[in-house]
Each structure stands twice: as structure tokens, then as C-alpha cells.
């Protein structure tokens, strides 16, 4: 594909000569022939030695000898080059034989249902799902249209999800939440999770998440997050939160607190990234700090 092809699909702005692509590649492993991008500073560098024979840039990033694409989003520019050139798989319509279809749910056309796929009673599902070998569906499920059920995710009783959901491998939608109250004996003892939980349109729940349902009502959840968050993986929020639009939580973030619209949090407790940055900075620097802080007392007494 030429290079000026690929801009017109992205949006972008050709720089330089119009080559021919084949592929797209890391900065660090691109080589001839392939595409590569720059949307963080510390690859700046990086940019100059490749051996790419194209570079997705910013607008304002400076002139490079090798050819250019220019972006005001080079990062979403590169997804879109990533999408001329990777065809994921395509899945025919049909139900596999080794799948368990109960015969009232309720399956919506040009559905693939994989090998050993479960689908229970009373189960609504919308045109065009795809769901991959081994996926549970349990009774009383509504879900709309698009869904794509990766291999072994689980969608439990009476959870409803909207258009355009992806779950990926293992993620389970409405298992029981952590409930437990503790009698006058001292004894633990089950709280029935009897609320469903409720996904919206155009939502991915990665490998190995779960979203719990709820004791009571539904598990939209007591934590509420806003439009175009971000949660990476192994971050934990606490309860009765809210999470504002666009805010990111990067790995390992422990939330217990809300968070306004568009902040980048990190560590815990959770606070600006930034703020974050300095302070683990400063905690590698605790040893030298102590030291110093003990030798100056000590100078401190004698005197």
C-alpha cells in the first residue's frame, strides 16, 4: 500500500516520498518497508535511527530525512495503519454441534456459536454475536447486538449487557459479590448477590475481569464510572465511588477515594501521576535521605 494511501484512510499528512508499505512495526523493530510511529518523547530519538521506511509523527515533531505521516493523534493514527494491515479472524454463521442451545433462548441472525459454547434458558441475544468455544451464558441473560464472547468468558443469571460488548478470555460478568454478615455466634454467613450486574453499549472487559453483581438492585455499580475510563490492569476501587469521564488509573492503582473528570492517577492511595512520579522518585532516594538527616542530628548534638 502507498504511503499516501494510508494517510488519506488516517487522516493524516504526507511528508516526503510516497513509498511503499507492507507492514507495521515498533520503532525499535521496524525495518524496510514497514510503518512505524512516535507518540511518546522517549522514543524521540529513536526516530532519527530507524529502519522504517515511514514514521507516523505529530504535527509539531521536527523534520526527519525519512519519510512522514503527520497526525494532530499519532498514536490513533498508527491503530488505524494497524487496521489496513491485520485482518482478524471471520467467523460464519452457524452453531456448532457440541454447543448446548436451550430451546427458548432467543439467538439473533448471523450468530457463530462455538464448540462446546452454553447457552441457558430464557437467554436474549442480539444480531451478529460471535461466541468462542467454551463460553457460559447463564439463564435470563439479555444482550444486544455485536456481542463477542472470547473463549471461556461467562456472562451469569439475568445480567443484561448492550450493544457492542467484548468480552475477552475468562472475563466473568456477574459473579457473586463479596458479601458475608457475621451472626451473634460469630459465624459468617452468605449474602445472597441477587442484583444483576448491567453493562451499557460499546464496552470491553479484558482477559480475566470480573464485574460482580450486586446484593440488592444492580451492579451498575455502588462505584460509578464515567465515560471513557480507563481502569489498566489489577486496579482496585473502592466503594460508592465515582469515576469522572475520561480519567485513567494506571496498573496496580488503588482508588479509594472519587476522582475528578479527566485526571491521570496512579499508586496507593491513588493520586495524580505526576505527584505519584515524584514521590517514587523521592522513596528510592529514602536511604540517602536518612543518612543525611542522621548525620546532620548527630552534628546537631554536639554542638
Not at 508499505?21 to 526516530?47: C, D, K
Not at 451492579?219 to 464515567?226: D, K, N
Amino acid at each position: 500500500m502507498k504511503l499516501s494511501q494510508i494517510a488519506s484512510a488516517v487522516g493524516a499528512r504526507l511528508e516526503g516520498k510516497d513509498v511503499e508499505i507492507t507492514a507495521v512495526a515498533g520503532i525499535e523493530q521496524a525495518g524496510p518497508g514497514e510503518l512505524t510511529f512516535v507518540s511518546n518523547p522517549r522514543y524521540a530519538s529513536a526516530a532519527k535511527t530507524t529502519k522504517a521506511s515511514a514514521v507516523i509523527v505529530a504535527n509539531d515533531f521536527p523534520a526527519l530525512a525519512t519519510p512522514t505521516l503527520r497526525s494532530t493523534n499519532p498514536y490513533l493514527a498508527f491503530a488505524g495503519a494497524l487496521e489496513l494491515f491485520y485482518q482478524p479472524p471471520q467467523y460464519a454463521p452457524g452453531i456448532h454441534s457440541t454447543a448446548v442451545v436451550h430451546e427458548s433462548a432467543r439467538i439473533g441472525e448471523r450468530a457463530h456459536i462455538g464448540a462446546y459454547v452454553v447457552i441457558d434458558e430464557d437467554v436474549e441475544i442480539g444480531d451478529g454475536c460471535v461466541l468462542l468455544p467454551h463460553v457460559v451464558i447463564y439463564r435470563g441473560a439479555r444482550i444486544g447486538k455485536s456481542f463477542f464472547a472470547h473463549a471461556h468468558a461467562v456472562v451469569r443469571e439475568y445480567c443484561r449487557l448492550g450493544n457492542n460488548v467484548i468480552l475477552q478470555n475468562g472475563a466473568v460478568i456477574g459473579g457473586d459479590g463479596f458479601g458475608f454478615a457475621k451472626d451473634d455466634a460469630g459465624a459468617w454467613h452468605k449474602i445472597v448477590q441477587s442484583g444483576p450486574a448491567v453493562l451499557e453499549d460499546n464496552v470491553e472487559v479484558q482477559v480475566n475481569a470480573c464485574v460482580d453483581r450486586a446484593s440488592v438492585g444492580e451492579s451498575r455499580g455502588s462505584t460509578e464510572l464515567g465515560r471513557n475510563v480507563i481502569l489498566a490492569g489489577q486496579v482496585g476501587i473502592a466503594g460508592h465511588c465515582r469515576i469522572g469521564d475520561g480519567v485513567v488509573a494506571t496498573a496496580q492503582s488503588g482508588v479509594p477515594n472519587d476522582v475528578e473528570d479527566g485526571k491521570t492517577i496512579s499508586g496507593y492511595p491513588a493520586m495524580d501521576n505526576k505527584q505519584w512520579l515524584r514521590c517514587v522518585a523521592a522513596f528510592h532516594r529514602l536511604p540517602e535521605i536518612m543518612k543525611a538527616v542522621r548525620a546532620r542530628a548527630a552534628d546537631q548534638s554536639l554542638k
